[in-house]
């Protein structure tokens, strides 16, 4: 009886759907999701004057962060009723506006990421450390493009980007490692290290850094029904750069002009002789190339970074999951400017201080770059990423393009759809594991797309969506279980790390509301003190 009650509920999970496995009954999960998901609104915050960006807990639930562009970002303390603890205005530091925020391990510091508006009005992003003991400015630290956000590494160190230009549409990412604490306690101390050096082509960059610890896939907090997943699943493309797969070898190859190509082959010159002679037979007229100046700068950047490249990591679904090895997942892309991959580079234990050379580990001259050890490829503009609570599942939103596209200019992306999908990986096999969610939408072209945040909790996943609405979805049945409302477009959630049953919502329309469950809604009202009426009041005094 309670399957079919579950069923006519939640009309989109599958016939042949099985419970959860800590589930007992079907009467349990009917209770579950009926009873336990934060679909009510009890309180809405309205301190920030403008948009609200993006949300973040601390770990131990008990404050959390807003940033927004009013320029400012507030801590507000966590309690039955939540109330603003502290604000900091970045406005002094000529910051346009803050954008994202993280707590460290331990919950003492709050990384924030902005935009800084620097000479002739360019803007770049930056990176303050905020104490939470007494939310004193510790640290600034300078981040470009502003959309890389930065992360922390580990309790004391965090991770910015930098931008270089080589060409009109390459270009170079670094990745630094920092010390929170910038004071100099010794001249043979670092306070920054270069982590990695990737090349870019046609206009893309590394954006949206965040780190997976591997140390926890032991228990994972939700364990996938692969065979029964995989059959519904639309697995995007994944390319392991570090293995001799035959999926590596289906993916198709960049042709070089043939009158390189032809040089390369012959094997008499290398790659660098053959890129300086193509120059001369096209300075001299010998050679006309048969593409456009772009198309030109990216098959040259091609050739050049051929031999110029740290090989990769070994294969990354070797990783003994007790190891202390990390992971860092950025968006990047090797057609267009708009981020359509996931790039995946392991950062070993020994590259996870400062101590060292600054410039990193000593390099060749033909290890200029460095190589991603796993690239996973959405076909869409990525609009979105969250990691579960295990570091486990990596849960993306993305935008698709057109079935068989094809992309003749990188400063022309396909349209998106309107549609949001929200795919699944799994990062100890680097597989898509469950087909991808549907129910929110999104509005702006590609120029205009911005970010939304997304959050997950053990059994839940929550999203933003240009809709006016949040949503929540229940990770083991891939049904959407709510929808939350706002004024104007929601850019931010998150779940209590303690308590999944609370849950925050960030919006255009300048408000945070909080939503709890029914079940504990019931749970608070049981617990105030019920005022009593004045006739019965007045009653009672009459008697005594």
């Known amino acids: 009886m309670w399957l079919y009650w579950f069923r006519k509920q939640w009309y989109g999970v599958e016939l042949c759907a099985y419970w959860k496995k800590t589930a007992v009954s079907w009467y349990d999960e009917f209770q579950r999701l009926y009873d336990t998901i934060p679909c009510v609104e009890v309180q809405a915050l309205k301190e920030h004057n403008d948009q609200v960006l993006h949300l973040s807990f601390s770990h131990s639930g008990c404050s959390f962060a807003s940033c927004s562009k009013d320029c400012t970002v507030k801590i507000w303390s966590n309690e039955l009723d939540i109330s603003l603890q502290h604000s900091s205005n970045m406005r002094p530091y000529n910051w346009s506006y803050t954008q994202f925020s993280q707590f460290n391990s331990d919950d003492s510091l709050l990384l924030v990421s902005g935009v800084f508006v620097g000479p002739h009005n360019s803007s770049s992003g930056e990176i303050a450390v905020i104490s939470m003991e007494n939310f004193t400015l510790l640290s600034r630290v300078r981040n470009k493009p502003y959309d890389v956000f930065g992360c922390w590494l580990n309790e004391t160190n965090l991770i910015s980007g930098n931008l270089h230009r080589i060409g009109r549409i390459t270009s170079c990412s670094v990745l630094w490692l920092n010390n929170a604490f910038q004071g100099i306690e010794s001249e043979n101390v670092n306070v920054v290290k270069r982590l990695f050096k990737i090349q870019n082509l046609n206009a893309s960059t590394i954006r949206t850094v965040m780190v997976a610890d591997c140390s926890r896939y032991d228990s994972p907090d939700l364990l996938l029904d692969y065979e029964e997943q995989l059959a519904a699943s639309s697995t995007c493309p994944v390319f392991d750069l570090g293995s001799d797969s035959e999926e590596e070898e289906a993916k198709p190859k960049q042709t070089l002009e043939p009158a390189v190509q032809e040089l390369l082959d012959?094997?008499?010159?290398?790659?660098?002789?053959?890129?300086?002679?193509?120059?001369?037979?096209?300075?001299?007229?010998?050679?006309?190339?048969?593409?456009?100046?772009?198309?030109?700068?990216?098959?040259?950047?091609?050739?050049?970074?051929?031999?110029?490249?740290?090989?990769?990591?070994?294969?990354?679904?070797?990783?003994?999951?007790?190891?202390?090895?990390?992971?860092?997942i950025f968006t990047t892309g090797c057609l267009t400017y708009s981020p359509h991959q996931i790039g995946i580079k392991r950062i070993l234990p020994h590259q996870m201080t400062t101590a060292g050379p600054v410039l990193g580990e000593e390099r060749r001259s033909d290890e200029f770059f460095d190589s991603l050890d796993h690239v996973i490829d959405i076909h869409g503009h990525i609009i979105g990423m969250g990691l579960s609570p295990d570091h486990r599942y990596l849960y993306v939103n993305s935008r698709a393009w057109p079935r068989d596209c094809v992309i003749s200019n990188p400063m022309q992306p396909p349209p998106i759809a309107e549609e949001i999908d929200l795919h699944v990986f799994d990062l100890k096999t680097m597989k898509e594991v469950k087909r991808a969610l549907r129910a929110h939408r999104a509005y702006t072209p590609n120029e205009e797309c911005f970010f939304i945040f997304l959050d997950v909790s053990r059994d839940f996943v929550a999203s933003g969506a240009e809709d006016r609405h949040g949503y929540i979805w229940d990770r083991h049945y891939n049904i959407c279980l709510a929808k939350l409302q706002h004024d104007n477009v929601v850019n931010s959630v998150a779940f209590s790390p303690v308590e999944q049953e609370l849950l925050l919502t960030a919006s255009d329309d300048t408000t945070i509301k909080v939503w709890r469950s029914p079940r504990v809604v019931r749970i608070q009202q049981a617990w105030k003190p019920r005022p009593r009426k004045l006739l019965f009041s007045w009653l009672m005094n009459q008697k005594s």
């Open 266 to 328: 012959e094997g008499s010159v290398t790659a660098e002789d053959g890129l300086q002679q193509f120059f001369d037979d096209i300075m001299e007229g010998r050679v006309r190339p048969a593409m456009t100046d772009t198309e030109l700068e990216t098959k040259v950047a091609e050739l050049f970074v051929r031999n110029r490249t740290k090989p990769p990591e070994l294969n990354l679904l070797s990783t003994d999951s007790n190891s202390k090895t990390k992971y860092l």
